[in-house]
C-alpha cells in the first residue's frame, strides 16, 4: 500500500492544528515535518517546538525529515510517542552508521535522504541498517519546486538494492511530486509519497488529499485493506 505523507512546510503556520486533522480526516497517513536550519540548506522553516505543539492534534505518525548540519545534537528534541521515523541526510553525517544506530537507540525508525546529485551508493555500506530511504527529488530548502526527472531512476535502482540487501527497507520520495507525475513513482517503487504544495496549495485540502489517494490506488488510513 503507498501512503501519503503531506509536508506541513506548505500549511498554513497559524493553522497548523487545523491542518493535520484535515489530512487525517481525508486519509492521509504521516505528517512530514521539514526541519531546515539555514546552513543545510538555505532556509530555516520551524523546530521540534512547534512540531510538539501538533501532538494530539491528529493521530498520524511525525515523519521528521532533517535538513540540517549536525543533526546528532537534536535528535532527542524529536523523539514523541507520534514520532515514527526521523531521517538525516547523508550530506550532513560524517559517522552515518553511528547516527542510524543512534537513531534507532532512541526507540524510532532511522531514514537516510539523498539530495539529488548524491549517488546511492554512498549507502551501500549501511543499507541493512536502515529503515527508509528518501530520495530528494528537489534539492532540499523550499516547498513548490519542479520534480527533477532523474529521481525516477535512481527509485528503480534502489527498488534492485532493497530486493538484494534489505527487502524491509522503504522507499520515500519528496519534491515535485503531484497529481500527474505520483504514478511515474510508485510505479518506479515509491511506497511513501511527500507532498506538500500540491496538497497545501490551495484551498480544498481534503479534496488534494482524496486526490492523492485515488491516483496511488487506495482509501487512505481508513482502508482496511493490506
Ligand atoms: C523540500 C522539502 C519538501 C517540500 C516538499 O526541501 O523537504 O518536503 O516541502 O514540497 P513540494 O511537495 O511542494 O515540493
Ligand atoms: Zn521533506
Do not use: W
Not at 62 to 72: G, I, K, N, S, T
Request: with cysteine; glycine share 8%.
Amino acid at each position: 500500500m503507498i501512503q501519503l505523507a503531506p509536508s506541513i512546510l506548505s500549511a498554513d503556520f497559524s493553522r497548523l492544528g487545523d491542518s493535520v486533522a484535515a489530512i487525517e480526516r481525508a486519509g492521509a497517513h504521516l505528517i512530514h515535518v521539514d526541519v531546515m536550519d539555514g546552513h543545510f540548506v538555505p532556509n530555516i522553516s520551524f523546530g521540534a517546538a512547534v512540531m510538539k505543539s501538533l501532538l494530539g492534534k491528529s493521530g498520524l505518525p511525525f515523519d521528521v525529515h532533517l535538513m540540517r548540519e549536525e543533526p546528532d545534537r537534536y535528535l532527542e528534541d524529536f523523539v514523541t510517542e507520534q514520532t515514527e521515523y526521523i531521517t538525516v541526510h547523508q550530506e550532513a553525517c560524517v559517522h552515518l552508521n553511528r547516527t542510524i544506530q543512534h537513531i534507532k537507540s532512541l526507540g524510532v525508525k532511522a531514514g537516510v535522504a539523498l539530495n539529488p546529485a548524491t549517488p546511492l551508493s554512498t549507502l551501500e555500506y549501511c543499507i541493512g541498517d536502515i529503515d527508509m530511504v528518501l530520495i530528494m527529488s528537489v534539492n532540499p530548502g523550499f516547498g513548490g519546486q519542479k520534480f527533477i526527472p532523474s529521481a525516477t531512476e535512481k527509485v528503480e535502482k534502489l527498488r534492485k538494492m532493497k530486493e538484494e540487501k534489505n527487502p524491509e527497507l522503504v522507499i520515500e520520495i519528496d519534491g515535485g511530486i503531484n497529481t500527474d507525475n505520483v504514478r511515474t513513482v510508485t510505479d518506479a517503487g515509491v511506497e511513501i509519497v511527500v507532498a506538500g504544495s500540491s496538497v497545501f496549495g490551495s484551498d480544498d485540502v481534503e479534496g488534494n488529499v482524496k486526490e492523492f489517494l485515488a491516483k496511488t490506488g487506495n482509501a487512505g488510513r481508513h482502508d482496511t485493506r493490506k
